[in-house]
């Protein structure tokens, strides 16, 4: 006599695969896809830091670059602008990067040929109050976007931030454009391109649950990502650098 499942059996043991698939899947392709940002973000710190160096053999010392600081100044609106200096400092760092960067197109801080997003936003989706219209767009050939940069001091010291610039991992036409999630900021330092933000609190900015920050919550995600090699801020709150840094 033949021994095997009857169709009713077969159908009750794909019912339970099929149970258990929609429960986990969702997690592994939530997971995976946190892998693909953690990858980017680390591509985007290697190729930067990359071109920087290069820059800095070429045309020597940062603080030489520069002449005056970039400033912010605000519109009708109350969304922060970048003055004439930070307009020109913008085009004066990206001019000495930009022949070590694979660049697919290239619109400067006073230009409107890139389409520039009306909007970005902070880690927990609070619209932040940047006027895009002064900022530099930089659209790489391999799909990600450098947003801006802002020279905040033309003399900086070794262990002081020369400004700021951000790279949207996914590109800026794409979403969420989101501080954290797809838009990363580094900082400019004398001696090399670093993550920002530090010796800045996870609970302040790089918060998932933190409602009250208006912009920068997100910024020490970058920091974070570069140390830990995970995205777990995205689920968890009560993550440190020096304690818990995995939700599990």
């Known amino acids: 006599m033949n021994k095997g499942f009857t169709l009713a059996e077969v159908l009750i043991t794909l019912g339970i695969i099929g149970i258990v698939a929609a429960m986990t899947l969702p997690t592994l392709v939530q997971k995976n896809q946190e ?41 009708d609106d109350g969304s922060f602008v970048q003055n004439d200096s930070g307009r020109t400092n913008q085009d004066i760092f990206w001019d000495k990067l930009s022949p070590y960067l694979k660049i697919a197109t290239r619109c400067k801080a006073n230009e409107s040929t890139c389409k520039k997003p009306d909007k970005l936003y902070t880690l927990t989706g609070n619209v932040r109050n940047i006027d895009l219209k002064s900022y530099s767009i ?33 590109g800026i036409e794409n979403p969420p454009n989101s501080t954290g999630k797809d838009i990363f900021y580094f900082s400019i330092l004398q001696s090399s391109i670093s993550t920002i933000f530090k010796n800045q609190e996870m609970e302040t900015y790089c918060n998932i649950q933190n409602t009250s920050e208006s912009k920068s919550n997100g910024y020490a995600c970058t920091r974070w990502i570069i140390s830990n090699e995970n995205m777990d801020y995205l689920h968890c709150s009560d993550l440190s650098w020096e304690g818990k840094t995995k939700c599990k």
């Open 35 to 75: 892998k693909v940002t953690v990858d980017k973000v680390k591509v985007a710190y290697s190729l930067i830091n990359q071109a920087y160096m290069l820059a800095k053999n070429q045309n020597g010392d940062i603080n030489y670059w520069f002449t005056e600081n970039s400033k912010f100044e605000t519109n």
């Open 138 to 170: 930089i659209n790489l050939a391999n799909g990600m976007t450098v947003i801006g940069g802002w020279i905040s001091n033309i003399n900086c010291k070794e262990k002081d931030s020369c400004g700021d610039f951000a790279v949207d991992i996914n």
